[in-house]
């Protein structure tokens, strides 16, 4: 498995301003995932970043309201603008890792989330 | 309808007991599926993968695979308080489709 480290872990905003949520992972990933956890749900996936191209985004997430940039196989960054209560959940980043015991599929992995609060 | 199901719960079981955990998915052209627990205030934690039909075992865990009823369970033997969490039944397309979850409580 991979060691996958989130900054900030929390964090309480004002409502209209922006954060950017950093994922490191000490080794090499070609795919990053960004997760949203709302209150009480299930994990939805935002969008996919791969080094070297535009990140691709899920249904009813948009890259104005969601900026991520890749600039290397072990960094990402999610950013959450303009944000609103509506944004309060945790976020996580997550990481593709080869299966093992035999397993042909990369498995994904979890960084430990950022949790955002938005008054 | 959801592409992946679970009963919410809670299951409650008391320890000692076999667990039972259950998900069915949507699309037949499924190949790879996983079970994460998280516990309250964590991020999940990778328990079991199954890709082929029939059961896999690691420990306490066995999942069961069955893709022409397109369902997949997670049993647990000798449940312990500490496997109290959600689990979280999860389907691979390009990323992963997680359901619901299943509250899990195991009464000492």
């Known amino acids: 498995s991979a060691v996958i480290s989130q900054k900030p872990s929390r964090d309480i905003c004002q409502r209209g301003t922006s954060l950017t949520i950093q994922c490191q992972v000490d080794?090499?990933?070609?795919?990053m995932f960004w997760y949203r956890q709302q209150p009480g749900q299930s994990l939805t996936l935002i969008a996919t970043a791969n080094q070297g191209s535009e990140a691709t985004y899920e249904s009813g997430f948009v890259i104005d309201k969601f900026p991520i940039s890749r600039p290397n196989l072990t960094f990402s960054t999610l950013t959450v603008s303009n944000m609103s209560p509506e944004d309060s959940s945790i976020y996580l980043c997550s990481v593709d890792m080869h299966g093992s015991g035999g397993g042909s599929t990369d498995t994904q992995y979890f960084g430990p989330g950022t949790r955002l609060t938005v008054l | 309808q959801k592409e992946v199901e679970q009963n919410s719960g809670p299951l409650s079981v008391p320890e000692g007991a076999i667990a039972s955990l259950n998900c069915t998915y949507s699309d037949r052209g499924s190949q790879s599926f996983f079970w994460y627990r998280q516990y309250s205030g964590k991020s999940p934690e990778l328990i079991m993968s199954i890709y082929s039909n029939g059961d896999k075992e690691d420990g306490r865990f066995t999942a069961q695979l069955n893709k022409a009823s397109q369902y997949v369970s997670l049993l647990i033997r000798d449940s312990q308080p500490s496997d109290s969490a959600t689990y979280l039944c999860?389907?691979?397309?390009?990323?992963?489709?997680f359901g619901s979850g299943t509250r899990l409580q195991v009464q000492p």
């Open positions: 999860a389907v691979r397309g390009r990323a992963l489709t």
């Open positions: 080794s090499q990933v070609t795919m």
